[in-house]
């Protein structure tokens, strides 16, 4: 493979930026111009995150670089800011060739770091596109016919637009492959040798990936020149600001034990992973029957229901959203004030990108899960991976929304309490007492939570 050398040896094989302390970095001492400045000030943001304050100005310098980031981190504006930079001091190519492609695991995340390629470039005069499977591919051939300097694509859409001929990638000069050990994980291999062997061989690269795998060092060796290797954080370590609880629940109450505790905590919006299509359809119906709205995401729907579930959510049309592993990346929401592991995930890794959807951007943020006594395998192999003991605790009492076992309120404080007999502002009644255990089919003695309709249930 071309491009393959032995990258430096300041400390062992690569040059590690680890353990250095940049938490409050201002933006700009790091390198960057003018209207990318003024772009991050309109996002608001005050200060670079620490993989920010190191990535950014390694890429400027147009070094490879090699970058574990935890998702939730801003380690897109950490790859995106400086790749625009670079790219606007370059010469501007007649009919705007592609001149920097990020390629990304998932279509969500295409949408995602696509739309943060352009609010990170509104105040710059480069032009940008998206290419994903799943929906028509003609607009996409449009958009790039007018010229994209940058495109963010998911592997298999990007070399059918190559192979078709819509799209030449030979004035290349920066690839960033995002969440690299996600797109090993799904098998794409294969594709990124294929694009590899198309690409000039003078480029920039970028590779950002949450673990530092074996696979992802030797993918790693196989197409970076003497990377810098930046970690700011301990691979697969949780974020920091999640709190973690594991409740041990049997599998035909989970159902129940799900709407007590978010009713129980009053929690405002409730990302809900299962491992399973029908079951994502399941429990968002079961939800929907207690009143509670819910609707489900999972890749048996289009590309286009999927889309719109997510900004509906994001949009607070729904309370809950029920989903397979396709939204633990991808979904990017500020304030997600909890996560609950319906079922535990098979792929300890797959833990930590769920969690990874609440406590974004530093914020607090809550992950529930529920473990059935199968499910104990998962947890273990969960806490060797984040190095965490992760205690299982029993499911705890609630009173007025907080939980007063834990004394741990919902982080995002509800306006009004929710009813659940249909009066707003009427607090959920009998929800002080933990759940009895008993099967759904059984006599559960006293419900958990109230099952009025005053949700708007499911759409
Ligand atoms: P990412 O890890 O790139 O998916 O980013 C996670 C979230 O952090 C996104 O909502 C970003 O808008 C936000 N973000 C990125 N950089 C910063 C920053 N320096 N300050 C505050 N929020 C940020």
Redesign the pocket.
Known sequence: MHNTTDCCTISGPFHVLRGLQINMTD?SSLGLCEPLLQA?AE???????P??AKAIPMVLTGRDVMAS??????????FTLPLLHRLSEMRTLKNHPVRALILVPTRELAV??GE?VI?YGSNLSLRSAVAYGGVDIEPQITTLQEGADVLTATPGRLLDLIRKQHLTLDHLKILVLDEADRMLDLGFKAELDQILEVLPVRRQNLLFSATFSKEIKALAHEFQRHPVKIEVETPNSAANTVKQSVYPVDQHDKPEILSYIIEGGKWEQVLVFVRTKKAAEKVADLLSDEGISATALHSDKSQHARSRTLVEFQAGAYRILVATDVASRGL???QLPLVVNYDLPKVPQDYVHRI?RTG???SPGRAISLMNPEEKKQLEAIRKLIKKPLKVEPVPYFEDGVNVTLNDAPTKKPGKPRSTSGQPGKKPAGNKKRPAFKSRSGNPGKKPAQSGRSGKGRR
């Not at 996002?43 to 995150?49: D, E, L, N, V, W």
């Not at 980031?69 to 801003?74: D, I, L, N, V, Y």
């Open positions: 933006f991050v996002q608001g943001y005050k200060k670079a995150s993989i920010q980031a935890q998702t939730g981190t801003g380690k897109t504006a950490g995602q770091v943060s609010r990017d929401m500020d990874g974004r951007a530093g």
